[in-house]
């Protein structure tokens, strides 16, 4: 009798042992701590065993006793030479946000991929700092990136921006859960075409690489130049990864244009500048806004680029706030800046965080709902993340005013820009001619 009572007693234990397991989350006794991206690394470890549900990130999101926001960026690839600007950017941001005391109390932590320049990767990155690191935004990507990642985004409601993107495709998007502090390609190309025609150009020929952020380019370009009175008199594409571009360049200087624009990536321009300037083919030549590095002269040299133009959308550099960056970026990089789109990345982060604090709450659906509030023409000019709080505190709207520009969205989260015009002169890109926002007031927008 007792010997039953005992096996009643046990089998009760059991069955309690097993619903205990059963309710217990996957994975709570093998997380992982995850680690901080530093400016010199490209992935974060994180606990791999978060679920892929919707609602169980938001609410993993919640709880974290930090904001996270996960930086997918290009350190390799065709954009290779972007990704530490653009994260770089961000992590200035980030610390002086921290310093300030956090966003509602709460430090920002930020999480890094690297998209490797494609669609594939950047996916994958993406699916990553959502699903394991419980990211609420991601910040970094460019054009193809954005587009690609869009979807994932909005349905797990978090936030995606981009700092250096500017497809034509982008512009009509969404009206939530994105935005971007870089102009669109419209805007480079009437800038661009502004400048060719200033510089007296009459004829152009166009080689650009077959994907979606140099075919935006090429066309608003052809487009503009035309517009503005020029005549395009060749479009060439051209696929990457060739040992030698030879016959698509001699497609283009079949027809002698005055002046060659090439849209091309990081791992490409390279070998085409090189057989261009070897082969003396003659003719003026301007390169698109990725190009426009330092590195892409570091890759090449001096020697080879001396006399190309080029051009990029940056901020007045008059400005107190474009100054302050600039101070801040010489310290940290030890370097000036290099106008590649590092300050867009700062002002990014800095706009996500002071939505989150008009809102009240960190979340991707705050920041969705709130960044346009962070630039209303009524409010309070403010510079920064502390000034921004101080005024939302006293119950004040707000007028950021970034280190890129205006940041002025418009309802797709599209913003206008300045543009500089650039020529390699003794192996370093030097600014030629400054055009002010006000140049391109007559832009859609």
């Not at 497609?251 to 791992?267: H, I, M, R, S």
């Amino acid at each position: 009798m007792q010997g039953s009572k005992w096996r009643k007693l046990a089998s009760k234990c059991v069955i309690l042992l097993i619903i205990v397991m059963l309710l217990v989350p996957a994975g709570c006794a093998n997380k992982k701590p995850a680690e901080t991206a530093t400016a010199n690394t490209s992935t974060t470890t994180a606990d791999t065993s978060a679920s892929s549900n919707t609602d169980k990130i938001s609410a993993a999101q919640l709880a974290n006793p930090e904001v996270r926001i996960g930086i997918l960026v290009p350190y390799t690839g065709e954009l290779g030479a972007n990704g530490n600007y653009w994260f770089t950017g961000a992590k200035v941001a980030a610390e002086e946000i921290n310093a300030a005391g956090g966003v509602l109390g709460k430090q920002i932590k930020l999480f890094t991929e690297d998209d490797q320049s494609n669609v594939e990767q950047a996916i994958r990155g993406a699916q990553k700092l959502i699903k394991v690191n419980n990211c609420i935004a991601l910040h970094g990507m460019e054009s193809s990136a954005q587009i690609a990642t869009y979807p994932l985004c909005k349905e797990s409601q978090v936030f995606n921006s981009n700092p250096g993107g500017g497809s034509t495709r982008i512009d009509n998007l969404a009206t939530d859960y994105l935005f971007r502090t870089c102009p669109s390609d419209n805007f480079d190309g009437v800038a661009t075409g502004k400048m060719l025609i200033d510089g007296g150009y009459k004829t152009l020929a166009i080689l650009y690489e077959n994907d979606e952020s140099r075919l935006s380019i090429s066309e608003t370009v052809a487009k503009e130049f035309e517009r503005q009175g020029g005549k395009v008199i060749t479009k060439v594409a051209y696929a990457p990864n060739q040992n030698s571009y030879v016959s698509e360049l001699k497609k283009v200087f079949a027809t002698k244009p005055d002046v060659f624009y090439l849209a091309g990536g990081q791992e490409s321009a390279p070998t085409i500048i090189k057989e261009w300037r070897e082969r003396d083919y003659g003719s003026q030549l301007f390169i698109c806004p990725e190009l426009c590095v330092p590195d892409v002269i570091k890759n090449i040299g001096g020697k080879m680029l001396e006399g190309v133009l080029s051009e990029i959308p940056v901020a007045d550099n008059s400005t107190p706030q474009a100054k302050r960056f600039a101070e801040i970026w010489q310290k940290v990089m030890g370097v000036p800046s290099s106008g590649v789109f590092e300050a867009n990345s700062y002002d990014g982060i800095v706009i996500i965080a002071l939505a989150m604090e008009i809102a009240g709450e960190a979340t991707g659906k705050a920041i969705s709902d709130h960044y346009k509030d962070t630039s209303d023409p009524n409010g309070v000019k403010v510079y920064t993340f502390a000034e921004g709080v101080a005024e939302i505190k006293k119950g004040n709207k707000i007028n950021y005013e970034g280190a890129s520009g205006s940041c002025d969205f418009n309802k797709y989260g599209n913003v206008r820009g300045a543009y500089t015009e650039f020529q390699v002169k003794n192996g370093k890109w030097e600014q030629i001619k400054f055009y002010p926002e006000s140049v391109f007031a007559h832009v859609p927008f």
